[in-house]
C-alpha cells in the first residue's frame, strides 16, 4: 500500500500512466474532452499562485522575457521544424502538419511545467504572452505564406489567451490578495499531476487511431519530433549552460525553445486539411510528455542531496 501511494504521487508515474492508458483505450477520450481547457485553467491558476505580484510592476521585467521567449519559439524552434520538415519529408498531408506546427506559439502548459521543473516562473509568463501576442500576427502570414491557408481567424488566438492565460492570473491575483491561496498550497502538487492526468490521457486518447493506424508514417514523424524536442531541447540547455545562464532562466528558455501548442495546430490541421495532416501533432504531443519526464528526471538527479 505504501508503494502504491508513493507511485501515485509520482508526477513521472502519473504522466507516463496517463500516456499508455491513452495508447491503450481511447473509450473515455470523448468523455474527458470537455475537460482540458478547464483543467488547463486549474493548472495555470494553481501555477501562478507562486508569482508574487511585484513580478506584473515593472515594464522592463515583462519585455525582455516577452522578447526572447518569441525568439526562442518562433525564431529557433519554427525554424528548425521548417528545416526539418523541408528535409525529410515528402508526403504533403503531413509537412503541412509540420509547418502548422511551426506557425502555432508555445504550449499554454509551458507555465505549469516550469513550475514543476523549478523554472523561472515569471520568465515564461511574460515569455508566453508575449509569443501569444505577436502569434496574433505571425500566425496568419504564416499560414497565407507557406500553405495558402487565407481565413485563420485570430480571435481563436484571443480566446485561448485570455481563458487560459489572463483569467488565470487574475484569479490567481485575488487568491494571493484574500489569502485563499495558503490552503490550497499543500495540495498544489498533487492537483497539478492529476489535472495533467486528465490533459495528457484525452490528447493522446484523441488521436489514439491516428497513431496506431499509420505506422508507416511514424518513423520520420517521430524523428522530427525526437530532433526538434529532444535534441534541440539539449543544445540549447548546453549552449545555456557554456554561456553561463542562470539556471532557472534556462530551464524556461528550454521549454520556450523546444514545446509548441500541438493542440492548436492539430486543430487548425483538421479543420483545413485532414486527419493524416494532424499526425505530427498527435505524436509531438507524445514526445512533450516525454521530454517533460526526462527533464524531471534529470532536475531531481542534479539537486544535491539532503544530509
Not at 499562485?49 to 510592476?57: D, L, Y
Request: hydrophobic letters at 55%; charged letters at 10%; a positive charge.
Amino acid at each position: 500500500m505504501t508503494k502504491l501511494k508513493a507511485l501515485l504521487h509520482n508526477r513521472n508515474f502519473i504522466f507516463l500512466l496517463a500516456t499508455v492508458s491513452g495508447l491503450l483505450t481511447d473509450k473515455a477520450a470523448p468523455w474527458t474532452e470537455p475537460l482540458i481547457l478547464p483543467g488547463l485553467a486549474v493548472v495555470m491558476t494553481v501555477s501562478t499562485m507562486s508569482i508574487p505580484n511585484r513580478a506584473f510592476r515593472s515594464a522592463r521585467t515583462m519585455i525582455m522575457p516577452a522578447f526572447l521567449g518569441s525568439v526562442m519559439n518562433y525564431l529557433v524552434l519554427s525554424g528548425v521544424i521548417l528545416i526539418l520538415t523541408r528535409l525529410m519529408i515528402q508526403e504533403p498531408s503531413l509537412r503541412a502538419g509540420f509547418v502548422l506546427i511551426a506557425t502555432v506559439p508555445p504550449a499554454v502548459a509551458v507555465i505549469p511545467f516550469t513550475t514543476i521543473l523549478k523554472g523561472n516562473e515569471s520568465f515564461t509568463l511574460f515569455s508566453t504572452i508575449g509569443a501569444y501576442l505577436i502569434a496574433l500576427m505571425i500566425l496568419p502570414l504564416m499560414a497565407y505564406f507557406f500553405l495558402g491557408i487565407k481565413n485563420i481567424d485570430p480571435m481563436k488566438l484571443m480566446v485561448i489567451t485570455g481563458e487560459l492565460i489572463l483569467l488565470p492570473i487574475l484569479i490567481s491575483r485575488v487568491m494571493l490578495f484574500k489569502g485563499w491561496h495558503k490552503p490550497i498550497a499543500p495540495f498544489k502538487g498533487p492537483i497539478t499531476d492529476w489535472s495533467f492526468f486528465i490533459i495528457i490521457y484525452t490528447i493522446v486518447g484523441l488521436n489514439r487511431q491516428i497513431i496506431i493506424g499509420n505506422p508507416a508514417l511514424i518513423l520520420p514523424v517521430a524523428t522530427i519530433a525526437f530532433l526538434s524536442i529532444f535534441v534541440l531541447g539539449y543544445l540549447i540547455d548546453t549552449v545555456g549552460r557554456l554561456i553561463r545562464v542562470e539556471r532557472k532562466t534556462l530551464i524556461s528558455l528550454t521549454l520556450l525553445g523546444t514545446l509548441k501548442n500541438y493542440g492548436l495546430s492539430g486543430g487548425l490541421a483538421l479543420v483545413f486539411f485532414n486527419r493524416e495532416s494532424s499526425l505530427p501533432s498527435a505524436v509531438c504531443s507524445i514526445f512533450l510528455v516525454f521530454f517533460i519526464i526526462w527533464m524531471d528526471y534529470r532536475q531531481k538527479r542534479s539537486e544535491p542531496a539532503i544530509v
